[in-house]
Each structure stands twice: as structure tokens, then as C-alpha cells.
């Protein structure tokens, strides 16, 4: 079975630091990781996807991601947080049935301290 | 491509009443839809996957006659809550699965904010 854990609930960064939303998974398979980002009162938006293609991600916004299968991890990163990255963001992770749920965390909200 | 709406983005109603959600994939078709609620601060939980043209598949703890789902088109999904009561206000999201882009990626609705007073 499938699984995935957000190790942080909160992170607070200042703006122009660096962001490490860490996550980490459970699968039976070569599993499909996502990161989707949710904004106060929006609705969910596709960070990036990994699909067994290159470890090393990149998504929109100047966000990235590298699968590292020994670590069971797909932590996502930015260099430099803008405030307009504050948002709850979730990692997630498909599942093997037929119709490929999503298996999500519990998700990590990120803070900006300007 | 791959926009998914729902309708309406926010609703208030009476206790006791039924509401409809609609979902619509736009630009694509989509054979799977699913079907989550969002509570404050909380994660995504999956309420049912809806598959074109047959009955909706629930989660367990979820009660498909209050939470009735029809998937009657390529392209739209319904969510009706019957005899709605407090408790059901929640954020309500669909999300659909084009088989075009890959099996892997759903698109995700706005989402729907139900108030029941």
C-alpha cells in the first residue's frame, strides 16, 4: 500500500531564504509523486510531477523536487521564498488501483516572514 | 487545456435541504472523476470515484445516499448532498483524470464552499 508523510506541519522561512518542504513515502511500486500548492480560498494547482523520468524535477514558480528512491523522499524546494509562496502545499502520491487515486498528505503550510 | 469547473463556488442552504455540485471537465474527457472534501486546516479526503457511465465507488465511512454522485457524460459529474445538516459544510473538490495527458495526472476543480445553516 501507498503512503505518504509531510514532516512538517508548519515551516517558516524569511523572504529571500531558502524553502525545504520535506516529504517522504511508502510504495510497493516505482511510485508517480506530486507537490500541488493551495492558496488561501483557491483551488489546488500542480506544482510538479514525478513519473520515473529524470530524479531531479522542476516545476512552475522556481520550485523543484529531486526523488531519491534509497531515502523514500521527494522534498521540494525553492532558493529564494517570495511572499506570494505562502500557501499550504501537499505531497502526494498515486496509488496502483485501476483508477490511480491520489494518496495525499497531511500537508505543510508555509509561512513568509518578510 | 485540462481546466476543470465546478458550480456553484459557494452555496448556503437550509438544513433539511438537497444541494448540487457540478463538475465539468472543459476541454477534455474525463471517464474518471473523483470526488473530495476538505476540512479547515486539513488534508484532501476522497469521498468517491466516479467512473463515466457507472455507479460511483465510495470510500469507506461515506454514506452514498446523502452523498449521491452521477457520472452521466464524458464531462460532467454531479455531487448531490441530500437532507443537508450542519455538519456537511465543508470544501468540496472534484478532480478529473485525463486519459489523453496520462493515467497518473487528475485536474482539480476550484471547489465548491457549503455552508448549512
Known amino acids: 500500500a501507498q503512503s505518504v508523510t509531510q514532516l512538517d506541519s508548519h515551516v517558516s522561512v524569511s523572504e529571500g531564504t531558502p524553502v525545504l518542504l520535506r516529504c517522504n513515502y511508502s510504495s510497493s511500486y516505482s511510485p508517480s509523486l506530486f507537490w500541488y500548492v493551495q492558496h488561501p480560498n483557491k483551488g489546488l494547482q500542480l506544482l510538479l510531477k514525478?513519473?520515473?523520468?529524470a530524479t531531479l524535477v522542476k516545476g512552475i514558480n522556481g520550485f523543484e523536487a529531486e526523488f531519491k528512491k534509497s531515502e523514500t523522499s521527494f522534498h521540494l524546494t525553492k532558493p529564494s521564498a517570495h511572499m506570494s509562496d505562502a500557501a499550504e502545499y501537499f505531497c502526494v502520491v498515486s496509488g496502483m488501483d485501476s483508477n490511480y487515486q491520489l494518496i495525499w498528505g497531511a500537508g505543510t503550510k508555509l509561512i513568509i516572514k518578510p | 487545456g485540462a481546466v476543470v469547473s465546478q458550480h456553484p463556488s459557494r452555496v448556503i442552504c437550509k438544513s433539511g435541504t438537497s444541494v448540487k455540485i457540478e463538475c465539468r471537465s472543459l476541454?477534455?474527457?474525463?471517464?474518471?472523476m473523483f470526488w473530495y472534501r476538505q476540512f479547515p486546516k486539513q488534508s484532501l479526503m476522497l469521498m468517491a470515484t466516479s467512473n463515466e457511465g457507472s455507479k460511483a465507488t465510495y470510500e469507506q465511512g461515506v454514506e452514498k445516499d446523502k452523498f449521491l454522485i452521477n457520472h452521466a457524460s464524458l464531462t460532467l459529474s454531479t455531487l448531490t448532498v441530500t437532507s443537508a445538516h450542519p455538519e456537511d459544510s465543508s470544501f468540496y473538490i472534484c478532480?478529473?483524470?485525463?486519459?489523453?495527458?496520462?493515467?497518473?495526472?487528475?485536474?482539480f476543480g476550484p471547489g465548491t464552499r457549503l455552508t448549512v445553516t
Open positions: 514525478y513519473t520515473s523520468a
Open positions: 476541454d477534455f474527457q474525463a471517464t474518471t
Open positions: 478532480s478529473a483524470r485525463d486519459l489523453g495527458v496520462g493515467a497518473y495526472e487528475q485536474y
